[in-house]
């Protein structure tokens, strides 16, 4: 039984391990490198819409969705889009988050004592731990997956024309609708137009 015991704890471990692996050894999720994905058919005919974007928050899928939209209606426009980056402190503590639960994952499934090196008396919710390994482990694991994705998460959902915001949704609160979007478009592209013939208008 011993024996079935460990085995059971060694494959919880090398599950989560895994599961923590981008975590531990490549970045954490905020800190993942999303390449930039370009729609258009030409980036030189147009103008030049940018989405950043909430990666963590599942806004990927909106992006895609008013990327397909907007190329239909406006072909002439490139579109990028990318993360939306948290501040470098909150990826800091998810980082440091990520390691402090699997070292804490790998002492209670090993039973390694850390209090002791500390010279402090074990707390009651440490022997509950090693006394149910399993569901410690899994809930230290979950609890601290939702704190992680809480410091990476942005909730942004940011536009801009040519490097000019238009559409900011940590401002607003929300994210524009497409009609909303399509007449920030045309505003956009009709004060170009003008622009453009004010500069040719040279006197003679």
């Known amino acids: 039984m011993t024996d079935y015991s460990k085995i059971t ?13 981008k975590d531990l ?7 993942k490198q999303i390449p930039i994905t370009k729609v258009g058919l030409n980036t030189n005919i147009g103008p030049t819409l940018k989405f ?8 990927r899928k909106a992006f895609e969705d008013y990327a397909s939209i907007i ?7 490139s579109i990028t889009g990318g993360n939306y980056e948290p501040p470098a402190f909150h990826l800091l503590i998810a980082r440091s988050l990520g390691f402090l639960k699997m070292a804490i994952i790998v002492s209670v499934l090993f039973g390694i004592n850390f209090f002791t090196y500390l010279g402090i008396g074990q707390p009651n919710w440490w022997t509950w731990c090693t006394s149910n390994k399993m569901y ?3 809930l230290i694991f979950f609890v601290c997956n939702a704190i992680e994705g809480h410091f ?3 909730g942004a959902f940011e536009i801009s024309i ?14 524009p609708q497409p009609p909303e979007l399509f007449q920030i478009i045309e505003n956009h592209m009709r004060l170009d137009d003008s622009i453009d013939l004010k500069q040719n208008d040279f006197p003679k």
């Open 152 to 154: 990476i998460s942005t």
């Open 136 to 138: 410690s482990c899994l």
């Open 9 to 21: 704890y060694f494959c919880i471990f090398v599950y989560l391990t895994i599961c923590c692996y």
């Open 25 to 31: 050894l490549v970045q954490t999720s905020g800190e």
């Open 162 to 175: 040519n490097d000019i915001p238009v559409w900011s949704k940590l401002e607003t609160g929300r994210i």
């Open 52 to 59: 950043l974007y909430c990666y963590s928050c599942g806004y």
């Open 71 to 77: 190329r239909h209606k406006y072909p002439e426009i």
